[in-house]
Structures are given as structure tokens and as C-alpha cells.
């Protein structure tokens, strides 16, 4: 079959494949000093040029950490094989891995901030109280400090004892920061390409860092995952764990689980195939990869062993799970990336992360249930084998990755303390299932306007679709009108938080609806790979708002109040002992509010939308709360990267226009305390 030629035209900030006119994601491209230069993307060719795309299924990567080969379908089906076998096994040998005493005595300490959700949980809870309901009011800035980039700010910082780690959007900037005088104890800046930044979907943010044996670990933008001495920021080791030739690029923290790091990969509007790796937190090496599509052994999934839900109970996946869903090769290029949060239980000695969109946009080009795409996936973290997976959105056709944040608790479910894990998906459904097992127990709408899909059929764990906002159902070059949620979801990665004492799960949502329009798209490596035209707008007929905060009754699967929001609340979220939770606004404000019925007890307003993640320490004896300041990320990319045209940043910048009338790009990292007595 010929190999068709695609014309790759400059666009502002993107590119126009073949006869479209809309750009599919939109960036600029700056040089150092902040000036634009010509937009375009490069994948061998140069820029704007006429050439053969690189044959889609000529590229894997090879077990070697940074080296790319080409190969023959057949032997690369042979080799995937032998090496995910050859992987599990050597994997299973080191089984009685010790885990980080270290770490997670430090994450035991409330002083600290030792993991991006504070512990391995992704609970986002402390049980620091000093500041509370009560006095809350009073608190004031303490101190701030700069990180010297002006894009979007995700993540948090660190706090390991006296020294807060800070980190940065591309070029992903690490400083040391000394507690007592706020003095830089050291910085780290890594020398990338800037030609990465072009294939990063949605703006250049970075989720933070991770800590564990003495070690900072960096996940830098070009895939380079870095180990820093912690107390000199000197490179213990480095490893490269993709290829953004090819469209891959990383914007998740790593984890820290045991002895070793935990990272992912993005691109999936790249047709990147995605995948998780463990590697050896001592040194770096590769112990193990699990990958969200193709042959059982590259996935680490036992037929007979690796169990999903199905016709009301857990049941074997059986042999060629995923490659029975795709159409021929389609899997290659399925996506299933993993950008999103991890969380570990140690007990289980399992993990559970989720997996993202398939490639492409378009449903019509990818018949089958495109597994395991949008799934939520169980691993042992010592060999990578797959307990469970449930997949949430099958054959999806809105863009509703599963990548966002699972949440382990013990509630009382039907009179049982059961263990579960809790998801809030993209596609505006809240998921409790059992985290031992995976069978699913609470599937609901958290946003009472969903209309994509009527419900969960809870024997079969599938979405009712209605097929009027089916762009599957409508075909290619139909503008399918009215879908709610939009593609970036009833909620994204901005992770949610746990209070023990109510139970309830305090959540920060999108109120957004959208128009999506399906189109014909050819693969070629290095460039999107979307297919869809979209425009996001705030859901009809409601509040007028296009986010809500709400608190959520997992075990019931019932809202328990909800607080409107003028955009969508894109921040992390945190909730304390005293009996605080506290978010912040794309607006720039940081609340505070009462976590029992969502009264508002306190606001600031920083100088930049929020999208970080709120955390809080303990120095001196004095308890700190902190955000970061900087607009960006896919709600804010219109005024990150300077996008003007409604239907850019696949139809955020539209969506999102009015933002640019109530904050300003910024960079900075706000803390705050209560006042001295």
C-alpha cells in the first residue's frame, strides 16, 4: 500500500495536516530570550516540507532505555514477547524488594511534604490543625518566591525537613530552597532542545518532583528522568525514557514506590502507544514496562490471572485482550498514555494509575473497544504484573482519558468496611471499586448534566452511550453539537482530596460542554495525530459557570454540596485536621473553605490563575499552606501560549477567552501563615 504524503503546513503555533484548516493543538515556540520564531513540528524532514512520513510501524522502542530501532512486524511481535517475559521473570527474582524506610518515615511526619499528594494514598489530607475553621481568616502571606518561568504552574513543591524543593514549567528549573531564610541552597537547570516543546499537547507544564533515597527525581519535558543528590542537586544518574521525534515527551512526577521510580509517558495525541516503567531508584535501570495496548506480554497481563469485570463478577481478560479490540495494527499507535497520578498501597503491594485516550480522535478510523486504552490499572510494583483493569470509556469518542488520580480509602459500603480505590473520571462518572479485587461497587454521575451516556450498567461495567452525542455513531465531518462533559472532562488531572474524618472526597470539576467534529487523519511520526475540531463553552442552562467544587459521597455515589465557580477549578486540592479544604481558582484566588457544608471561610488573590496543587508543612512549629501562581495548562492555554482563534488548544482558548480579563501570566510560589502572637 502507498505510503500517502502529507503536506505539513505552518500554522500559529501548530500544523494543518493534509487539506484541514484547523490546527489540531496550538503552540508557539519561543527561543531563549522569549522571542518567537517560526512555528513548526520536525520528524526527519524539515520544517514546512514536503516528505514521505516515516512508516508508523516501522518504530519501537527497545529495551535499551534511549535507543530506537527499526524492525519487521514479526520480529518486533517476537521480540516484545521475549523481552516481557524475560522481564517479569528477572523482575520476580528481586520480588522481596525493600521498601524506602526513609521515605516513608518522612511521609509519616506531618512537618513534611514529601510526596506530590503527600503520601502514597493520594489522600491530599494532613493532620496538621493549626490553622482551622477558626482562624483561618487571619491568614496572611509569609513569604513568596519566583521561579523565574512564566507558563503554566502544576504540581507542588516538596518539604523534606528544612528544605522546600521548587520546580518549574519547561525548561523544568529545580531550586533548594532553605526554610529558615528562604535563601537558595542550590538550583538545577537541565540543558533541553527546545524543539520538545512543540509536541507537548497542552502547554509545558510539569506535575513536580519525587523524593526517595536521598535522590530529587526530575521528569523532565524531553523524557530525560534525572536523579538529583538532594542535598547538593549534583546528577547521581539520568536515564532517557522516550523519543519526541516520535511525539513522546513526559509532563507526570515520578513516583517513588519501594526501590524504585515509577514514570510514565505522554503523546496520545501523537499516536504515542503508552506505557508505565519501574525503574531501579539506585541506579537507574530499567527493571520493568507495562503497556496499555498490544500482546499480553508486552502488557504484563496473564490471561488467566489478570482479572476485569464482567457480567456482574471479576473474570479472567483471556488471551489477546487488547489486540482482539483493535482493527489489524491500530494498537501501535493506541495511546493509553499514563501522565496522570499514581498511588501505591504497601500492604497489596500494588499500584493503580490509569490510562488515556486512544489515538485517533476520530472513533470512525479505530473500530473495537480499544483496549486497554481508559482503564485503570492494578500492578504489582515489584514485577509490573497486572492484578486487574477496568476500562471506563471503551471505543472512546470524546477524549475522556483516564488518567486522573485514584484515591485509596477504607469506607463502609453496604454495612462492609471495604478497601477501595476511588476515581473521578473524565468522562463524568465517580467509580469506587474494591482495590483488593477490582470489582466494582459505585458507578455515578457527579455532575448531574452529563449527557454523553444515561448511565452505568453495573453488570457489565459499560457507559449507556446516547447516540445523539455519539460522534462515533454520526460519522467523520459531522459537527455533533451539546455534549457534555467536553473533551478536558467533568474533571482533569487536578487531583482531588480525602478527609477521614467526614469521609467525604472534596473535588474540584469542570462545567463545560462542547461541539466536536470528527475528521479523517493519517499517521505520520512526530506530528498530531487528533482528527477532531472542537469548541468548549459553559454547560447551558445552568449556573452560568464553567467549574464547581463539590464534596462527594463515594460510598453512596451522591453529591453532598456543591459550590459554583465562575471557571473551572483546575487546582489541586487539600484538606487538613482543621477541618479546612483548601483550592485554588483559574481567577487567582486561593479559598478556604468549611470541608462540612463548603462554606467559604477565606480568599486571596495571587497575581496568576491557579493551577498547582495546594500543599502544607510544618517549620519552627508553625504550620504553612502554599500555591503556586501561574496560569497555563489546557484551560489556560490561550494566554500561556498566546492563542487567539476560538478553536485552538483543541477549544480551550474559545471556551476559556474571558479568563484574560481577571489574572495574567505569572510564576511564583505564594506561602502562607497565621500571624505571629
Not at 196 to 214: E, I, S
Not at 263 to 290: C, H, N, P
Not at 454 to 468: E, L, T, Y
Amino acid at each position: 500500500m502507498a505510503v500517502p504524503v502529507w503536506r505539513v503546513v505552518a500554522c500559529r503555533g501548530g500544523v494543518h495536516l493534509g487539506p484541514r484548516r484547523t490546527c489540531p493543538m496550538t503552540y508557539r515556540r519561543c527561543d531563549a530570550m522569549g522571542t518567537e520564531r517560526a512555528e513548526g513540528y520536525r520528524s526527519g524532514g524539515g520544517r514546512g516540507q514536503y516528505r514521505n512520513p516515516r512508516n508508523p510501524f516501522a518504530a519501537a522502542l527497545e529495551a535499551d532505555n534511549d535507543s530506537v530501532a527499526d524492525e519487521t512486524e514479526g520480529d518486533m511481535k517476537i521480540r516484545n514477547l521475549a523481552v516481557g517475559l524475560a522481564v517479569v521473570a528477572s523482575a520476580a527474582v528481586s520480588a522481596s524488594a525493600r521498601a524506602d524506610a526513609e521515605l516513608d518515615k518522612l511521609i509519616a511526619n506531618p512537618a513534611n511534604w514529601a510526596a506530590q499528594a503527600g503520601d502514597y494514598a493520594n489522600q491530599r489530607h494532613s493532620t496538621l490543625k493549626q490553622i482551622n475553621s477558626g482562624n483561618v481568616k487571619n491568614l496572611q502571606v509569609a513569604w513568596t518566591v519566583s521561579t523565574g518561568v512564566l507558563r503554566g504552574h502544576e504540581g507542588s513543591p516538596l518539604v523534606i525537613g528544612d528544605t522546600m524543593y521548587v520546580h518549574s514549567p519547561f525548561p523544568n528549573r529545580v531550586i533548594a530552597l532553605n526554610l529558615k531564610d528562604q535563601s537558595f541552597k542550590w538550583k538545577y537547570e537541565p540543558k533541553q532542545d527546545a524543539s520538545v516543546v512543540p509536541v507537548m499537547c497542552c502547554d509545558t507544564v510539569n506535575r513536580g518532583l519525587a523524593y526517595g533515597d536521598g535522590k530529587i527525581l526530575l521528569q523532565q519535558a524531553d523524557t530525560t528522568l534525572v536523579a538529583l543528590d538532594a542535598k547538593t542537586g549534583k546528577v547521581v544518574w539520568s536515564v532517557k525514557n522516550g523519543d519526541p521525534k516520535i511525539g513522546e515527551t513526559n509532563t507526570n512526577a515520578p513516583h517513588v514506590f519501594k526501590d524504585k521510580v515509577i514514570t510514565g509517558i505522554s503523546g496520545g495525541e501523537f499516536g504515542v502507544r503508552g506505557r508505565i516503567t519501574a525503574y531501579d531508584l539506585k541506579t537507574g535501570k530499567k527493571v520493568w514496562t507495562g503497556w496499555s495496548t498490544g500482546p499480553d506480554a508486552d502488557m504484563l497481563i496473564d490471561p488467566k490471572a489478570t482479572m476485569t469485570w464482567t457480567d456482574g463478577k471479576m473474570a479472567p481478560v483471556g488471551a489477546d485482550s487488547s489486540l482482539k479490540s483493535w482493527k489489524g495494527d491500530q494498537w501501535k499507535l493506541g495511546g493509553g498514555t499514563t501522565w496522570g497520578w499514581y498511588a501505591y498501597d504497601p500492604k497489596l503491594n500494588l499500584m493503580y494509575y490509569g490510562s488515556g485516550n486512544p489515538g485517533t480522535w476520530n472513533p470512525a478510523q479505530r473500530p473495537g473497544d480499544n483496549k486497554w486504552s481508559m482503564t485503570l490499572w492494578a500492578r504489582d510494583v515489584d514485577t509490573g504484573k497486572a492484578k486487574w483493569v477496568y476500562q471506563m470509556t471503551p471505543h472512546d469518542e470524546w477524549d475522556y482519558d483516564g488518567v486522573n488520580e485514584n484515591v485509596l480509602a477504607d469506607l463502609t459500603i453496604k454495612g462492609k468496611k471495604t478497601p477501595v480505590v476511588v476515581h473521578m473520571d473524565r468522562n463524568g462518572f465517580a467509580y469506587t471499586l474494591n482495590r483488593e479485587n477490582g470489582e466494582l461497587l459505585v458507578a455515578e454521575k457527579y455532575d448531574p448534566t452529563i449527557n454523553w451516556a444515561s448511565k452505568v450498567d453495573m453488570k457489565s461495567g459499560r457507559p449507556i452511550v446516547n447516540a445523539k452525542y455519539s460522534p462515533g455513531t454520526t460519522g467523520a465531518d459531522v459537527n455533533v453539537k451539546g455534549i457534555c462533559p467536553a473533551a478536558l472532562g467533568t474533571k482533569d488531572q487536578q487531583p482531588m482530596s480525602f478527609d477521614p474524618k467526614t469521609s467525604l472526597f472534596i473535588v474540584p470539576t469542570n462545567h463545560v460542554c462542547m461541539d466536536y467534529e470528527p475528521f479523517q487523519i493519517e499517521y505520520t511520526a512526530g506530528q498530531p495525530y487528533v482528527g477532531a475540531t472542537l469548541s468548549m463553552y459553559p454547560t447551558p442552562n445552568s449556573h452560568g459557570g464553567m467549574g464547581n467544587f463539590i464534596a462527594w459521597d463515594a460510598a453512596q455515589g451522591k453529591i453532598v454540596w456543591s459550590k459554583p465557580e465562575r471557571f473551572s477549578v483546575w487546582s489541586g486540592v487539600l484538606t487538613t485536621a482543621g477541618d479546612i479544604a483548601f483550592y485554588g481558582t483559574l481567577e487567582g484566588y486561593i479559598k478556604a473553605v468549611n470541608i462540612k457544608d463548603g462554606k467559604e471561610l477565606w480568599k486571596f488573590k495571587t497575581p496568576s490563575g491557579i493551577i498547582g496543587n495546594v500543599f502544607t508543612y510544618e517549620y519552627g512549629g508553625k504550620q504553612y499552606v502554599g500555591v503556586y501562581s501561574g496560569i497555563g495548562g489546557w484551560a489556560g492555554i490561550g494566554m500561556a501560549a498566546g492563542l487567539e482563534k476560538s478553536t485552538d488548544g483543541l477549544g480551550a482558548v474559545g471556551g476559556y477567552k474571558e479568563l484574560a480579563k481577571y489574572t495574567e501570566l505569572g510564576g511564583t510560589l505564594f506561602v502562607f501563615a497565621l500571624p505571629s502572637t
